[in-house]
């Protein structure tokens, strides 16, 4: 049973009073588990690393591993791949990957090259020389651009393991999780020359290591993952971050330093219209003339995973956001990254207008990468382009899957936001 | 052209802190770093905000400065600092400021000392000020737009004003809200041009920006046009400062 506020909860804030999202229990039924037996579990790991959110500051952190040998594991991390499946293909190849589960506080990660700062002692005095190595064993992990083998222990028979996948709007599907004792890591790392200087680097801070990494070609999912465990930033300022928090803050943080370049760039002077479907999300992405502005609304439809909801809507004008998206979360900055992406790779300075509907072929949450995904999949293709505002209007009426979407925009609407430079 | 501000400059003055805090205060609502045209009749900024909606055109004379010896230069300063840092002075304290032989910027008030490197202004472009002519001027004070400001921060993004013969309306609508200022003409303002009526809107979140920067009590002139720009002119510090704000419209599209 889906309510009207599903896709404004979208499984995290229990609009509906039930600790457990029914919906994504649902999904969670139709996912084909690994079978697990004894007290250890080996096999490759794309590289992946979950950081967990609840409990925080003392979170489980651990890596996924497949317990079956894969020959392409290495690309279950990687969104141009999955991008090429269809959703059940991906659901289910995602759903393999074990999770392994050790607690640990956010602040273990801060890492003083002088050594001998108060607090740090503290924390790692109460940290058994055990969690240190799974620490550095995972952060070794997730330097790693190809997959590496790993091997968890756990107390406990791993058969008797609740066989629950984690899902979530956020981050990719993941299998079931274990309690982890210990982790080996078997293979050697290869660590990207860019990667390695932004972890080594403990003066620079984070936005800096993650846009820096950003321009020498290294993808968001590896950016968040170094994030998350604590691997950007000034050493003292490290910390664990929760998946679901990184990847939002680094699609934030790159968009937000790139859009500062694209509002120097040369106006855009006419009207573009971008159209993409994605795993059952349908896409129109319209530009137009400065000021710069970002605005996004969605619409889950029937039968999608959150049933028929109201249209939500986030937006910024030009002087930009600074509280969170709340209505669409993520999905919100991710389709922010990609649109200032395009604007720089076309040296255009345009506003733009996302609107995303979701239909029932999207029944299980793949994570926000699909939106990244789509939307660069959408400015491959040469848009449709318009001389005037009223024309560009009128095709979004004729191919949006969201009627009423003008009830719900803020700069296709009756008043149309002008820069000075117009004036000159 | 000025020297960029190499080699060694001749800057140093000394102002009244209340001074440099209207300039820091006027400026920021618009842009963190500002370049600043130096020369022996006093200082002017130009600047533009990042998506080019607002612009401040601001001069300052040097009758306003206690001290002043400065030869001609361009300055390229961090004001968001300045401002945090004037906080801790008290309005009539003096503050002294000088460009030391590094090229860095050196500020003391009574017993306390700064220093920091200039902002490099090279990449700064001198803002193009657009000439218009609008059809309405009225002087009032801006006490009179704050309260209607503050109303309509809850009902939506934008504000309109519309000038007849007698008087100023200022509205803000969103579905079934509404937020509506009236202003008559010789009680809250005095007419000074009216060439016929002005109609105009714009964004609430830029105006609240420039209003911050005007101040809660001051004697300002507002020139409104058709779906045009908005001019507020006022002057700081007895007349001695003159600031321009440009902020461009959000118009009815057709």
């Given at each position: 049973?889906?309510?009207?506020?599903?896709?404004?909860?979208?499984?995290?804030?229990?609009?509906?009073?039930?600790?457990?999202c029914?919906?994504?229990?649902?999904?969670?039924?139709?996912?084909?588990?690994?079978?697990?037996?004894?007290?250890?579990?080996?096999?490759?790991?794309?590289?992946?690393?979950?950081?967990?959110?609840?409990?925080?500051?003392?979170?489980?952190?651990?890596?996924?591993?497949?317990?079956?040998?894969?020959?392409?594991a290495?690309r279950?991390?990687?969104?141009?791949f999955?991008?090429?499946?269809?959703?059940?293909?991906?659901?289910?190849?995602?759903?393999?990957?074990?999770?392994?589960?050790?607690?640990?506080?956010?602040?273990?990660?801060?890492?003083?090259?002088?050594?001998?700062?108060?607090?740090?002692m503290?924390?790692?005095?109460?940290?058994?020389?055990?969690?240190?190595?799974?620490?550095?064993?995972?952060?070794?992990?997730?330097?790693?651009?190809?997959?590496?083998?790993?091997?968890?222990?756990?107390?406990?028979?791993?058969?008797?393991?609740?066989?629950?996948?984690?899902?979530?709007?956020?981050?990719?599907?993941?299998?079931?999780?274990?309690?982890?004792?210990?982790?080996?890591?078997?293979?050697?790392?290869?660590?990207?020359?860019?990667?390695?200087?932004?972890?080594?680097?403990?003066?620079m801070?984070?936005?800096?290591?993650v846009?820096?990494?950003?321009r020498?070609?290294?993808?968001?999912?590896?950016?968040?993952?170094?994030?998350?465990?604590?691997?950007?930033?000034?050493?003292?300022?490290?910390?664990?971050?929760p998946?679901?928090?990184?990847?939002?803050?680094?699609?934030?943080?790159?968009?937000?330093?790139?859009?500062?370049?694209?509002?120097?760039?040369?106006?855009?002077?006419?009207?573009?219209?971008?159209?993409?479907?994605?795993?059952?999300?349908?896409?129109?992405?319209?530009?137009?003339?400065?000021?710069?502005?970002?605005?996004?609304?969605?619409?889950?439809?029937?039968?999608?995973?959150?049933?028929?909801?109201?249209?939500?809507?986030?937006w910024?004008?030009?002087?930009?956001?600074?509280?969170?998206?709340?209505?669409?979360t993520?999905?919100?900055?991710?389709?922010?990254?990609?649109?200032?992406?395009?604007?720089?790779?076309?040296?255009?300075?345009?506003?733009?207008?996302?609107?995303?509907?979701?239909?029932?072929?999207?029944?299980?949450?793949?994570?926000?990468?699909?939106?990244?995904?789509?939307?660069?999949?959408?400015?491959?293709?040469?848009?449709?382009?318009?001389?005037?505002?009223?024309?560009?209007?009128?095709?979004?009426?004729?191919?949006?899957?969201?009627?009423?979407?003008?009830?719900?925009?803020?700069?296709?609407?009756?008043?149309?936001?002008?820069?000075?430079?117009?004036?000159? | 052209?000025?020297?960029?501000?190499?080699?060694?400059?001749?800057?140093?003055?000394?102002?009244?802190?209340?001074?440099?805090?209207?300039?820091?205060s006027?400026?920021?609502?618009?842009?963190?770093?500002?370049?600043?045209?130096?020369?022996?009749?006093?200082?002017r900024?130009?600047?533009?905000?990042?998506?080019?909606?607002?612009?401040?055109?601001?001069?300052?004379?040097?009758?306003?400065?206690?001290?002043?010896?400065?030869?001609?230069?361009?300055?390229?300063?961090?004001?968001?600092?300045?401002?945090?840092?004037?906080?801790?002075?008290?309005?009539?304290?003096?503050?002294?400021?000088?460009?030391?032989?590094?090229?860095?910027?050196?500020?003391?008030?009574s017993?306390?000392?700064?220093?920091?490197?200039?902002?490099?202004?090279?990449?700064?472009?001198?803002?193009?000020?657009?000439?218009?002519?609008?059809?309405?001027?009225?002087?009032?004070?801006?006490?009179?737009?704050?309260?209607?400001?503050?109303?309509?921060?809850?009902?939506?993004?934008?504000?309109?004003?519309?000038?007849?013969?007698?008087?100023?309306?200022?509205?803000?609508?969103?579905?079934?809200?509404?937020?509506?200022?009236?202003?008559?003409?010789?009680?809250?303002?005095?007419?000074?041009?009216?060439?016929?009526?002005?109609?105009?809107?714009?964004?609430l979140?830029?105006?609240?920006?420039?209003?911050?920067?005007?101040?809660?009590?001051?004697?300002?002139?507002?020139?409104?046009?058709n779906?045009?720009?908005?001019?507020?002119?006022?002057?700081?510090?007895?007349?001695?400062?003159?600031?321009?704000?440009?902020?461009?419209?959000?118009?009815?599209?057709?």
């Amino acid at each position: 049973m889906a309510y009207p506020y599903c896709s404004e909860c979208k499984g995290t804030k229990a609009m509906c009073g039930q600790d457990h999202c029914p919906l994504l229990a649902d999904v969670r039924g139709r996912a084909s588990l690994p079978k697990l037996s004894g007290r250890s579990l080996q096999g490759p790991s794309p590289p992946s690393v979950f950081v967990g959110r609840f409990g925080y500051p003392r979170i489980t952190i651990g890596p996924l591993a497949s317990p079956a040998p894969l020959p392409m594991a290495e690309r279950l991390e990687d969104p141009s791949f999955l991008n090429a499946l269809g959703l059940e293909e991906v659901y289910s190849i995602r759903s393999s990957l074990v999770r392994g589960r050790s607690r640990l506080d956010v602040r273990t990660a801060k890492a003083d090259p002088l050594g001998g700062s108060e607090p740090l002692m503290e924390v790692e005095d109460r940290l058994g020389i055990g969690k240190r190595r799974i620490l550095s064993s995972i952060q070794e992990m997730s330097m790693s651009s190809r997959s590496m083998d790993a091997e968890m222990i756990s107390r406990k028979d791993l058969k008797v393991m609740a066989p629950i996948p984690s899902l979530d709007m956020i981050m990719m599907p993941m299998g079931p999780s274990i309690d982890m004792l210990t982790l080996k890591v078997i293979d050697n790392p290869r660590i990207p020359r860019p990667v390695d200087r932004a972890v080594s680097d403990t003066d620079m801070i984070a936005n800096e290591g993650v846009l820096e990494l950003y321009r020498e070609g290294i993808r968001e999912e590896h950016i968040s993952r170094l994030f998350s465990v604590g691997l950007l930033g000034g050493g003292r300022r490290r910390r664990l971050v929760p998946t679901r928090w990184s990847i939002t803050a680094v699609d934030d943080t790159l968009s937000k330093q790139l859009k500062e370049r694209a509002l120097g760039l040369t106006p855009l002077d006419c009207y573009h219209l971008y159209s993409c479907s994605s795993f059952g999300n349908h896409f129109l992405i319209a530009l137009y003339p400065p000021p710069f502005r970002f605005e996004m609304a969605e619409q889950w439809q029937k039968g999608s995973l959150w049933g028929e909801g109201d249209v939500i809507h986030d937006w910024e004008g030009p002087r930009g956001r600074t509280g969170y998206a709340d209505a669409i979360t993520g999905a919100y900055y991710a389709a922010r990254l990609s649109t200032v992406d395009h604007l720089l790779s076309i040296g255009r300075n345009a506003g733009a207008t996302v609107i995303r509907w979701i239909t029932d072929e999207y029944w299980a949450p793949l994570g926000v990468w699909v939106i990244r995904e789509a939307l660069r999949k959408a400015f491959l293709t040469p848009p449709r382009l318009f001389n005037d505002r009223a024309s560009l209007i009128q095709a979004i009426d004729a191919s949006c899957g969201i009627r009423n979407w003008r009830r719900s925009t803020r700069f296709l609407g009756p008043l149309e936001d002008m820069t000075l430079d117009r004036y000159i | 052209m000025f020297p960029k501000g190499t080699g060694h400059t001749m800057f140093e003055i000394t102002v009244k802190s209340e001074v440099l805090r209207n300039v820091f205060s006027i400026l920021t609502p618009i842009t963190g770093e500002i370049k600043l045209v130096a020369d022996k009749d006093g200082w002017r900024v130009r600047a533009v905000d990042p998506a080019h909606v607002a612009m401040v055109d601001l001069e300052l004379s040097y009758g306003a400065f206690e001290d002043y010896n400065v030869e001609p230069l361009e300055l390229g300063l961090n004001v968001e600092r300045l401002l945090d840092h004037l906080k801790s002075a008290k309005a009539d304290e003096e503050i002294m400021m000088k460009l030391d032989q590094d090229n860095r910027m050196i500020v003391s008030m009574s017993n306390l000392t700064l220093k920091f490197p200039l902002v490099d202004s090279s990449g700064f472009s001198d803002p193009k000020v657009p000439n218009l002519s609008l059809p309405v001027s009225l002087k009032l004070n801006s006490a009179e737009l704050q309260k209607g400001l503050k109303a309509s921060q809850s009902i939506s993004d934008y504000l309109t004003f519309n000038c007849t013969e007698d008087k100023l309306v200022i509205t803000s609508t969103e579905d079934l809200s509404s937020m509506t200022l009236e202003l008559k003409k010789g009680s809250e303002y005095i007419e000074e041009k009216f060439e016929g009526t002005a109609k105009s809107s714009f964004s609430l979140d830029y105006f609240s920006q420039l209003m911050k920067g005007v101040g809660t009590n001051r004697d300002i002139m507002l020139h409104i046009g058709n779906s045009y720009p908005l001019k507020i002119e006022f002057e700081f510090s007895d007349g001695l400062g003159k600031v321009r704000y440009l902020l461009a419209p959000r118009i009815e599209s057709a």
